[in-house]
């Protein structure tokens, strides 16, 4: 399993730094400055080809109400089920990884090193997240609005299913 490690810590410096503006039109200057390629657009997101030196070099832009609510983008080789196991391989990667992201962003404000395999940073203008799977890793740039929307959410309707 490949983790293009140096180019994604490259990618989250970008997009730590970056002046995002919550705009569908930032997704453009981001593309260009990543030096990405948008390959489909549509009102509701876009389909890019990354840089990234990994078997699917993808990311998904999605657009909602005139926002850019988030980017994905895979980080590392999608294994196949058999070669995914018990996740360890995939965890194992992201958590070399996850050094080289607290490097360069410090801390998490959420996730703890060996106890999670989701990291959050909560900057001004973006929180940055970091996720492993079972079979791949994957980073999610997001809209400090729209996470703020997917936060209430969690707290105030998801939690309370709990007392249903």
Not at 3 to 23: C, K, M, P, T
Not at 52 to 61: F, Q, S, T, V
Not at 92 to 108: I, V, Y
Request: overall charge negative; aromatic content about 10%.
């Amino acid at each position: 399993m490949r983790v293009d490690i140096d180019r994604v810590v490259d990618i989250v410096g970008l997009a730590a730094e970056f002046d995002w503006s919550g705009s569908p039109d930032d997704l453009g200057r981001f593309c260009e400055a990543a030096r990405w390629t948008i390959t489909e657009s549509g009102p509701h997101g876009a389909e890019i080809a990354t840089n990234l030196d990994i078997d699917c070099p993808e990311a998904h832009a999605f657009v909602c109400d005139g926002r850019l609510n988030y980017i994905n983008f895979d980080v590392s080789d999608v294994l196949s089920e058999e070669q995914s196991g018990d996740g360890a391989l995939s965890r194992a990667c992201f958590d070399s990884l996850a050094d080289c992201l607290f490097r360069e962003l410090g801390e998490p404000d959420r996730g703890a090193r060996g106890s999670r395999h989701y990291f959050r940073w909560d900057l001004p203008k973006v929180i940055i997240f970091a996720y492993c799977l079972s079979r791949y890793n994957f980073v999610r740039l997001v809209d400090p609005q729209y996470q703020e929307k997917q936060d209430f959410i969690d707290k105030h309707v998801v939690a309370r299913r709990d007392e249903i």
